[in-house]
Structures are given as structure tokens and as C-alpha cells.
């Protein structure tokens, strides 16, 4: 079975249990203070298995099952078998440090969602296919487009703040994508230059 679709089971299967049951949600959901002061580096990781409600969890497993799916073989052929899966974790790690360090003192922070591993997998397929049509919200446009829209929209709504949306990790996300990607496999770059210089629709 693809690890994509591995990684989707397990992380829909933990976020229904943690809807009916709030015990295992705050024991695996981002708290800063469980990590700096009882070391639970867990949730690291584990935060990215919970989610806030049904569409949140839909919207982040629909996008990881296009865009996974299409980036698996990749890092399969670059990294070994569980090389999807190391960038995933390594997705889920990156993308939520900066909020962590940022709110490690603060005990009213919390933060859940794989959003941040599932823009790294999104960004790193856009390095490969910068001009290929996706679909969103029924809007067909070219990835590099919806890259540039989202990061933009993603750097003002986290600056504003007031949405009690991490965007914070979905553009830590989008660069870790983009660079593990590139140190992978450094003729990456200038594919996507190339790519960007002749437009394919």
C-alpha cells in the first residue's frame, strides 16, 4: 500500500477517535508547555494527527492524497522506501518549530493539523510541475499561481492573527518543502527555472 495513503488512514483514524474522546486530543495536540517543561516531544509530530473538525480534516487529506500520491514515487526513487514518510515527519517537525519556540511559555497556546507537512508536499510538487492545472475550490488555475496566491494570503493572515489559524506553518511548510526537496535532488532547481521559462498550460 502507498505510504501516502498509509499515512491518510492513520491520520483519519486518530482524528475521529480524538473527536469523541478530549483526553486523547490534549494528549496529543501542540501545548508548549508539555514539551519545554515535561519533555513530550511527541507532539511534535502527533499534533499533525488531530484535527480541529471534519471539513479541517478533509480539506488537509484530500489535499495530501492528489499531491502525496504524485510525490511518493520521488522521494521513493531518491531516498529509499520511506523516503515519502521521512519527509512527511520532517514536514510535520519543521513547519511547527517556530510556532513552538514562539509560544513555548505560553499555556493557553494550542495548535493541531497536518497543514504545514501537507504545504511542504504541495510545494514540492509544484518545483516538479509548476505549470500543471490543480483545482481550488473549482477554480482551475497553474500551481505556481495558487504558490504565489497562498503565500501571499498566508504571510497577511499571519500578520494580522486573528483567524486562530497557524499560517505560520503552512508557509514554514511551503519552504521546508521546497528546500528538502531541492537538497534531495539539486537538479530540482533548475528544472523549475526552466519550467517557469517556458510556460505549459
Aim: hydrophobic residues 50%.
Amino acid at each position: 500500500m502507498p505510504i501516502t495513503l498509509i499515512i491518510i488512514a492513520i491520520t483519519c483514524i486518530v482524528s475521529f477517535m480524538a473527536f469523541k474522546n478530549s483526553r486523547l486530543m490534549n494528549d496529543l495536540i501542540l501545548w508548549p508547555p508539555a514539551i519545554a517543561r515535561q519533555r513530550e516531544y511527541h507532539r511534535l509530530v502527533t499534533y499533525g494527527l488531530v484535527h480541529a473538525d471534519v471539513g479541517h480534516l478533509l480539506f488537509n487529506m484530500l489535499t495530501l492524497y492528489f499531491f502525496g500520491q504524485a510525490m511518493e514515487p520521488f522521494f521513493s526513487q531518491q531516498l529509499g522506501a520511506l523516503g515519502f514518510a521521512l519527509f512527511y515527519i520532517g514536514g510535520l517537525v519543521v513547519s511547527i518549530l517556530p510556532t513552538y519556540l514562539k509560544n513555548r511559555g505560553n499555556p493557553n497556546y494550542r495548535s493541531l493539523g497536518a497543514s504545514g507537512a501537507v504545504s511542504a508536499v504541495l510545494f514540492s510538487f509544484i518545483l516538479l510541475a509548476p505549470w500543471q492545472r490543480i483545482i481550488v475550490l473549482v477554480v482551475p488555475m497553474p500551481a505556481i499561481v495558487y504558490a504565489v496566491l497562498y503565500t501571499g494570503y498566508s504571510i497577511y493572515m499571519d500578520r494580522r492573527g486573528q483567524d486562530h489559524v497557524n499560517h505560520s506553518a503552512h508557509l514554514w511548510g511551503a519552504a521546508y518543502g521546497v528546500i528538502f526537496t531541492i537538497l534531495v535532488n539539486a537538479r530540482v532547481l533548475p528544472h523549475f527555472v526552466d519550467a517557469l521559462l517556458h510556460p505549459g498550460f
